[in-house]
């Protein structure tokens, strides 16, 4: 029998995924009974479909942004005079003048909002020799309405990133649809601690995820930004198994930065990347050849998630 977590009501048919009520998605009532419902959640099928927004990369958004300097529209010949004067204090000042241009930019970089740092990161931030191609992505705009009805999670969507944040103590994982299978894929997330504080369990990217149940069975490629470590967990029937334990690692950048994580799936093999910087290689003796990408949050500190990429 299965139980709807929002309004009560109960269903004999096993098959069944949602309530046909308010469309939550179904709890089995024996294995909640008595008890507060796991942390874990699904992200239903619906919203994941292609008719999201393209995927937009760093550089199409940078190209695409308003220019920061534009040029007045009526003719003048007043920047003839700027150029001789920008001549003249090339000359007698030297490198002084590509220092105020660098300056300016660090400045305007100060007054832009925080999410800044994950949309207009350059190219030599991250460091890639993945020759797969892009095959689908999300910019997970759409997550906060199919996430609305699970209790104890809380899940917005601001310029550009979507922001988690979850019971204190507590772990959750939500799993996307099946067009983000992550058997020989990689899989790409950026993700950024607004408040910088510690998150007990971590926060990150899951691989191999079964697409019916959360937590059957998965890996999870989590970070703490905090004292820059990482670690690798994985969830077999609910229960949670430590691959490797927490690890200090330069590669990840410290406090509110953003840190973009990566797990590349080859037969059997997974390289754990952050930020292009290979941290970790182990086997995945499994075999999850079904499963499905994720991410992974916990404690109550809001956790900004962006740019789910899959690649083959």
């Known amino acids: 029998m299965k139980i709807c977590p929002k309004c009560g009501n109960t269903y004999d048919d096993e098959t069944l995924n949602f309530c046909l009520e308010d469309g939550s998605v179904l709890n089995r009532s024996d294995t909640y009974a008595g008890q507060e419902p796991p942390p874990t959640v699904m992200m239903p099928q619906t919203p994941l479909t292609a008719d999201h927004p393209p995927f937009r990369t760093n550089e199409q958004t940078l190209e695409s942004g308003a220019p920061q300097y534009t040029m ?73 309405q199919a996430l609305r009805t699970f209790s104890g999670l809380d899940a917005t969507y601001a310029s550009g990133e979507l922001f988690i944040n979850t019971k204190k103590n507590y772990f959750y994982v939500i799993s996307t649809g099946e067009k983000f299978k992550t058997w020989d894929s990689s899989i790409k997330i950026r993700v950024r601690n607004p408040s910088g504080q510690a998150t007990t369990f971590g926060y990150g990217l899951v691989v191999h995820s079964d697409p019916a149940e959360v937590l059957k069975r998965d890996f999870a490629f989590v970070i703490r930004s905090d004292n820059r470590k990482y670690r690798v967990v994985q969830h077999e029937d609910k229960k949670e198994s430590v691959v490797v334990n927490w690890t200090s690692s330069d590669a990840i950048k410290s406090g509110t930065r953003v840190n973009e994580l990566e797990v590349r799936c080859e037969g059997e093999e997974m390289k754990f990347y952050v930020n292009g910087e290979l941290v970790k290689t182990i086997k995945d003796y499994e075999g999850y050849k079904s499963g499905v990408a994720g991410i992974y949050t916990s404690d109550d500190v809001p956790i900004a998630f962006s740019n789910l990429e899959l690649r083959r």
Request: hydrophobic content about 40%.
């Open 72 to 144: 007045p529209a009526k003719k003048s010949r007043t920047w003839v005079w700027v150029l001789l004067i920008l001549f003249v204090l090339v000359m007698v000042c030297g490198g002084g003048f590509a220092g105020l241009i660098f300056l300016g930019s660090l400045d305007t970089t100060e007054d832009s909002p925080s999410v800044s740092e994950s949309t207009e990161r350059t190219k030599d931030d991250v460091k890639s020799d993945d020759p797969r191609s892009l095959v689908t992505s999300d910019d997970l705009s759409d997550w906060p």
